[in-house]
């Protein structure tokens, strides 16, 4: 369509307009929508009617936007936590609305798996870890050891999860498949362990598999929590 000096104002106007909060939301809106350019200036100018380079005016650059959209993402999950939970229960919690999260955005917990925010959000994510492993009986080197195995172990499960929603449905579909497929066609005589289990490992789901992970970060915590109190 041709520009206009009438487009060309409506696009100034809607540019001029813009906030960082606008644009992280419609970052969101995109991702949501589980598409992978949420974070490209040609598809957010699309999502929000104004001159793409308008998104510079607010965001130095494309790794600046995804900071901050990540951050916003971090403050859903914090807003997910109830109050007054004991420690275990805060680790739960966390590490249920970070899947759920990763999940509702994956184009965001894909890209986050190694990255830091250094934004507020991100900053009370690390004080309620840091928390829940004082409560437990940790400190000085010790808390802050547990807290980034929790942290980070969280971090690669939903990273990963979220990666895998990326992939095209036939992938994923015959990912899911093998262990029923290819894995019980497996020779007894070379694989007898993944034989002999066959039956259980499609029955395995990534709810359990999670669940198993924070139980086993819990126990972790508390195991070297009473053996510093018994020396």
Known sequence: MPTTPATTARSKR??????????????LRIAARGSEDAFTVRRLGEELGADPTAIYRHFRDKDELLLSVADRTLGEVLDSIPEGLGWQD????????SLEVALKYPVVGSAM???????????RVVELILGAVMEA???????????????DSILAY????ASYL????????????SWSREYRSVAPAEFPNITLLNAELPEV??????RLQVEALIAAI?????ALRAE
């Open 158 to 161: 939903v990273g990963q999860q």
């Open 90 to 97: 805060r680790i739960r919690a966390l590490a249920a609305g």
């Open 222 to 226: 508390e195991t070297r929590a009473l």
């Open 166 to 177: 990326l992939f095209a449905p036939e992938a994923r579909a015959a990912d899911e498949s």
């Open 137 to 151: 009986g940790l400190e000085g080197p010790e808390a802050a050891v547990h807290y980034r195995m929790v942290g």
């Open 113 to 123: 798996t190694s990255r830091t925010t250094r934004r507020p959000h991100e900053f």
């Open 14 to 27: 809607a540019g001029s307009q813009l906030t960082p909060d606008a644009i992280i939301e419609a970052s």
């Open 205 to 210: 789901t990534d709810e359990k598999i999670f």
